[in-house]
């Protein structure tokens, strides 16, 4: 493979950035062929040798079989300019950047994104007439290409203002009036300036191909094409945050972010979202103390390079209706008041107060540490009468592998077949629902489900809604347990809204039993799988933030609230309960956002959010993962596990932490998962609980849902308010 072109720096759509560490290792070593080789061993020649960062000639590169040109160059690290083409999109072949010379070939350049390698085959990358052909390439893309670098969003990170400078040719011949294209309207997230547009497709094919809505299109011939909606209405994917991302250009921009900043004027935080519980890798943008943009990070195993709507845009919650200070209640009403008066209130209720009146619930975004300090509490106060699951899912704490995603995400397309029970993962964890979607599309993947008829975005085999159903399967007695023997990695997941039901523990016994006669559970793979939708309850569950036998769970909890049985409940933001049930009784509420747990409060402690804090979570697949502190609590507020830390000390009981070090020391010692950040451990299977099977006629119901508003942050937020007016009222 031929070339003479040194590799120039990649802009943020260009893969060859994210290979730079590859790139940097064969630069650094001795010149030697490259060898690839895919799973049936067969390979492709390519003519290829590396010299202080160029390729020349006379030398063989084995590249993997069935690589298009532009693939492999980037293999060998060659770079090659490109629009339309992007690595986790169907090929277009639209832009014609791509044009490299093939010798033996056809007499004009070719397109490397559609051009698959041949053995002996030689590339030129950049000689006078692929020099020539890019630029007259540019030079007609610019014809109608408006000058509004100055006042475009995408200005310093664009595509086209990269490639022109590396490739173009510095100067325009057109003397004549430039295309106008109005702009359309795709919602409260998107703004659109078609003026702008390149017609690469990758929004429409990134709509049809992963999100699955097949919202946009391209409507008209020559230079009439306009990428459009069809009928004029909003993109209603939880994911359309993606195709921001994916435009090369500046014609489709992030809508709340539309002239608020440079991007070198923002500094940058690598950290995960806690919104949901899959923990998707994320960047946090922040210019001083505020967050200004939410983008997503590269992370093959769990959310790959996309992100949902909720956890880009719901950063605005981040900024509204803060706690920023200590409240106590006083003659009916909440007043600010000092650390020290706040923690004297809250330690005097607590010690006069009978161990066994006192309760605590951890929310759904409460972080390992602060549930850690705040069991280790509540053990020393005596009373045992704690839960971390507010939905009240009857889940098994002391058998991991039924309360976790085994299969891992990543996982998912080693899978032949799914069996969905009670979950709709577009809504409670959108990008689970792509890895399933990328997965169906390869095929030979059945997917069927027992719960309510929804649209999953592909096609699922409705078996029924009610738990009898997985009774049959059970025993061999339903026709979809042909498929499940046929199948050599089936896999099932089931949803939260199962284990809340009179009936749960017998569904989760059922699945347990379908998982061990189906083949599920064996050394190599585990296709048992719990879907969870907080980021706390797998992190709360490991540490076992929940009541031992004899003890409350969170149901019995706010009943005798309510009766006056619990004189003291402490909320470490505990949001998503039935706050009235708590009138009677003396609330502690710490937490971020003046919510539902601080409206019914007692004493209010301000602790930070997750982009405020150095924290550790665990996704549902089990995955310990840490948050980094981008921009510091607003006020007073503190990290969540120093206020318990402070507290206990008021109530003199000695908690052994005097930093967040010593805290996750004994995080370490709990089990291996802390140990092994950033990796999924493999779970032991152990058989659940063959008890006394009792099944519900009630059909299986979804807990209704908003999918923009499910905790305190994205509540506050007006973006998600916005959404929630466009997609939900709109659609009523």
């Known amino acids: 493979m031929a070339a003479g072109g040194k590799a120039k720096t990649a802009s943020k759509n260009n893969p060859t950035q994210r290979k730079k560490a590859e790139q940097k290792m064969y630069k650094d070593k001795p010149v030697k062929p490259v060898r690839y080789i895919d799973r049936d061993s067969r390979m492709n020649y390519m003519s290829a040798q590396y010299d202080n960062g160029n390729l020349v000639e006379d030398e063989e590169c084995e590249v993997e079989h069935g690589l298009t ?7 060998v690290g060659v770079e090659i300019p490109r629009f339309c083409y992007h690595e986790r999109l169907a090929i277009a072949g639209n832009c014609r950047m791509c044009l490299v010379e093939v010798e033996g070939g056809p007499p004009k350049p070719v397109a490397s994104c559609a051009m698959p390698v041949a053995e002996g085959m030689v590339i030129h990358t950049d000689t006078p007439k692929v020099k020539k052909a890019r630029e007259g390439v540019l030079e007609f893309l610019l014809i109608n290409h408006p000058l509004d670098c100055p006042i475009c969003d995408q200005g310093g990170e664009c595509d086209l203002q990269d490639i022109t400078m590396a490739y173009g040719k510095g100067t325009s011949r057109l003397d004549e009036h430039k295309r106008a294209v109005p702009k359309k309207h795709f919602g409260p997230l998107i703004e659109t300036a078609m003026n702008r547009c390149i017609h690469c497709t990758r929004c429409v094919r990134f709509l049809s191909d992963v999100a699955g809505t097949n919202e946009l299109g391209g409507i008209g011939r020559g230079e009439n094409v306009e990428i459009s909606t069809y009928i004029k209405r909003h993109i209603s994917s939880e994911l359309s945050g993606n195709i921001i991302d994916l435009c090369p250009v500046g014609a489709l921009t992030s809508k709340p972010y539309s002239f608020t900043a440079r991007p070198w004027e923002l500094s940058h935080c690598e950290t995960i979202d806690v919104l949901d519980a899959v923990g998707s890798a994320i960047r946090v943008d922040y210019r001083g103390p505020e967050v200004m943009r939410i983008l997503p990070r590269l992370s093959e195993e769990v959310n790959e390079e996309w992100i949902s709507d909720k956890t880009r845009f719901a950063y605005d919650g981040l900024k509204v209706q803060r706690l920023d200070r200590p409240y106590i209640k006083k003659d009916g009403k ?17 010690k006069n107060t009978k161990s066994n009146k006192i309760a605590a619930i951890a929310g759904d975004l409460a972080d390992c540490e602060s549930m850690l300090l705040l069991k280790e509490m509540m053990q020393k106060l005596g009373s045992g009468n704690i839960d971390c699951r507010q939905d009240g899912a009857k889940l098994i704490p002391n058998n991991r592998g039924s309360y976790v995603f085994n299969t891992t995400i990543e996982g998912i397309e080693n899978a032949d077949l799914c069996l969905l029970i009670n979950t709709n993962p577009r809504i409670e964890a959108p990008i689970i629902n792509v890895r399933l979607r990328k997965r169906y599309l390869q095929g030979n993947f059945p997917i069927a489900s027992v719960g309510p008829n929804i649209e999953y975005l592909y096609h699922v085999e409705k078996l029924g809604n009610n738990s009898g159903i997985l009774s049959e399967i059970a025993n061999g007695n339903h026709k979809f347990c042909e498929l499940l023997v046929a199948a050599q990695n089936p896999m099932l997941i089931i949803g939260q809204d199962a284990l809340v039901r009179d009936d749960s523990e017998s569904v989760l ?29 797998v992190g709360g569950l490991d540490i076992g933030f929940v009541p031992k036998k004899g003890e409350r769970d969170i149901n019995q909890i706010l009943e005798h609230a309510e009766s006056g049985e619990i004189e003291v409940v402490y909320l470490l933001g505990a949001d998503e309960i039935d706050t009235s049930k708590l009138e009677n009784t003396f609330v502690i509420y710490q937490g971020h956002h003046g919510d539902k747990g601080a409206h019914v409060a ?15 979570y665990v996704n549902t697949e089990g995955r310990v993962q840490r948050t980094n502190l981008a921009v510091f609590p607003p006020g007073e507020a503190k990290e969540d596990w120093l206020i318990i830390k402070n507290l206990s000390q008021y109530l003199d009981l ?79």
């Open 602 to 616: 007692d004493v209010i402690l301000p602790g930070a959010a997750y982009t405020e804090k150095y924290a550790t």
């Open 69 to 75: 040109i532009i693939q492999a160059c980037e293999v």
């Open 334 to 350: 909440l007043a600010p008041v000092d650390w020290n008066e706040a923690l004297t209130v809250a330690a005097k209720k607590l």
């Open 654 to 732: 000695s908690l052994p932490y005097d930093s967040l070090f010593d805290v996750r020391k004994k995080l370490d010692t709990i089990g291996p998962q802390f140990r092994n950040a950033d990796q999924v451990i493999k779970n032991t299977w152990v058989p659940i609980s063959n008890g006394k099977i009792n099944l519900s006629d009630t059909p299986f119901t979804l807990k209704e849902c908003n999918f923009y508003m499910t905790d305190s942050i994205s509540r506050a937020s007006k973006i998600m308010a916005d959404c929630t007016k466009a997609f939900y009222e709109h659609a009523s």
């Open 509 to 537: 016994v059922l699945a347990g039993k379908i998982a061990e006669k189906f083949n599920m559970v064996r050394d190599d793979w585990n296709g048992f799988n719990m879907l969870h939708k907080a980021a706390a309850r």
